[in-house]
């Protein structure tokens, strides 16, 4: 049933996302067999682009590759959770029913950039299902890109053949800690009708909202710093960082070729 609040809609599954925050510590209890399967079904769920449904996820359960990820990733709650989810672009299965020829008459599809596109928008779209089942169950999630810090060794890890390619890891569990939410960018800032904003009316509203981030940063309860949301990316995205390493992996799985 829709509800309204203060002039706001509400019902379970908005407030279910609308009180979404990351988890980084979880309790020593590892999910059901029945909760993971929930959870896989629910990402199932999601919208597929021509009904492709073209990635996989993979629960890496093995005690020693965890481990192993921890120490690539310098992330604690890569080991220490409920369960680790790894989602992966999959254009692979759409082949495995194909005979030789019609594999050769694929490849130029399956290695361009659109289908490549494609696996990655289908793995996001089950993968936000699968973080709102999780949390819908009273359990607390985190998605990782973190986990790509090795891609290679990733890939090696998984087993992965052609066409399929780790794209970020979500680490599910019982909370152990309950962060505040952290305010979003405003709606002006993201939706606009018929026409995208000027930078001027971008700036004022960035100014705002940084301003905004700056104060949660310095009161939250945990991890208090000075910063804010502009300058924070500004930074990030000014160091000059090699990306060929990544390029030239995905290529080498025989996607995003053409």
Request: proline share 3%; glycine share 4%.
């Amino acid at each position: 049933m829709n509800h309204t609040t203060s002039g706001k809609m509400t019902n379970e599954v908005l407030s279910t996302i609308m009180n979404h925050r990351s988890i980084r510590k979880f309790k020593d209890e590892r999910l059901t067999r029945e909760q993971v399967e929930t959870i896989v079904r629910a990402a199932q769920m999601a919208a597929s682009s021509s009904f492709m449904q073209a990635y996989s996820i993979i629960g890496l359960t093995d005690p020693s590759l965890k481990r192993e990820l921890r120490a690539i990733t310098r992330t604690p709650y890569v080991e220490e959770n409920g369960h680790l989810f790894i989602f992966c672009a999959d254009l692979q299965r759409l082949t495995v029913m194909a005979d030789e020829q019609e594999k050769q008459d694929m490849k130029v599809m399956l290695e361009s950039s659109m289908a490549y596109q494609i696996a990655i928008v289908d793995a996001t779209l089950a993968a936000q299902n699968a973080v709102l089942a999780a949390e819908s169950l009273g359990l607390g999630t985190v998605i990782m890109g973190a986990v790509k810090k090795d891609i290679v060794r990733l890939d090696q890890m998984l087993g992965l053949p052609e066409y399929v390619t780790p794209l970020f890891g979500i680490a599910v569990g019982v909370p152990d800690q309950q962060p505040e939410l952290k305010p979003r960018l405003p709606l002006e800032a993201v939706y606009f009708e018929n026409r995208y904003a000027s930078d001027e009316e971008q700036q004022e509203r960035i100014a705002a909202y940084d301003r905004n981030i700056n104060e949660y940063y310095q009161t939250r309860s945990e991890n208090n710093r000075m910063d804010n949301w502009s300058r924070k990316h500004i930074e990030k995205l000014t160091k000059k960082i090699s990306l060929s390493g990544m390029t030239e992996y995905v290529q080498s799985k025989g996607l995003n070729v053409n």
